[in-house]
């Protein structure tokens, strides 16, 4: 039974080794990404890989999706990782529409945002990275909108929708949404400025020396407002950052 067993999972790593390649790989080298198809590696001139600075080294990335590239097509679509100065692989994350993600690493490198989706609802993912397995651990997920930010190597900011409720006019993309800060040590999410029926705050920027964030505020006088964009009032606002602990 264990020797059947055995044999069984080596068919299927095989298998799936056997898929990997059939849908290429891709690497980097002098900041320029090649394809890997067939053991041949074919440059993709209009294609860059983007890159963030933390403790643990230099992370790059490339996004892979047929929406981004014509030479893409019938590879794997997601994320492909690569770390240091000498661009060695790293590690993958899939994503079916990996062109709309973005990415926010802490400034250790040992965590990781992604936001996938459009600028009104994304798909905000939290990643724990194991750097010497160089492999991802999810740890929590959230539905979010615009840009999030790292404010210390523990917490981050981030506009949060509230999907319960659903957008306020049929068919819109006005849902309620409220700059939150979640502590990944204590997963602990705290909401910051509550949206109601008639208001709405959205994070437009973090000012890290002052510890503070630049909030925009939409609001109408009546909920049945929300669908005649000239009854929308807009102001910006300052609101501080809480001290961690």
Request: charged share 30%; net charge negative.
């Amino acid at each position: 039974m264990k020797r059947k067993m055995f044999m069984a999972l080596l068919i299927c790593v095989m298998t799936l080794t056997a898929a990997w390649a059939d849908v290429g790989d891709y690497v980097l080298k002098d900041g320029k990404v090649y394809r890997v198809d067939g053991g041949k590696e074919k440059l993709l001139e209009d294609e860059e890989p983007q890159r963030a600075g933390t403790e643990a080294g230099l992370f790059s990335w490339i996004l892979v999706d047929s929406e981004l590239s014509e030479e893409m097509k019938g590879s794997k679509p997601g994320i492909y990782f690569f770390l240091g100065d000498d661009e060695k692989p790293f590690g993958f994350l899939p994503f079916k529409n990996a062109a709309a993600c973005m990415l926010e690493f802490s400034l250790s490198g040992e965590k990781l945002l992604v936001s996938c989706g459009e600028e009104v609802k994304q798909d905000l993912s939290l990643y724990f990275i194991d750097l010497e397995k160089k492999s991802f651990e999810k740890k929590a997920s959230f539905n979010s909108a615009g840009h999030c930010f790292w404010v210390d190597p523990h917490r981050f900011i981030f506009t949060s929708i509230d999907v319960e409720k659903g957008p306020r006019t049929k068919g819109g993309d006005d849902w309620q949404c409220s700059p939150a800060l979640y502590d990944t040590e204590f997963e602990e999410l705290t909401i910051l400025k509550k949206a109601t029926d008639t208001v709405d705050y959205i994070i437009i920027g973090c000012d890290h020396d002052e510890g503070t964030l630049d909030i925009n505020e939409s609001s109408v006088k009546d909920m049945k407002d929300w669908s005649d964009s000239d009854k929308i009032e807009y102001k910006e606002m300052t609101i501080p950052i809480p001290a961690a602990g």
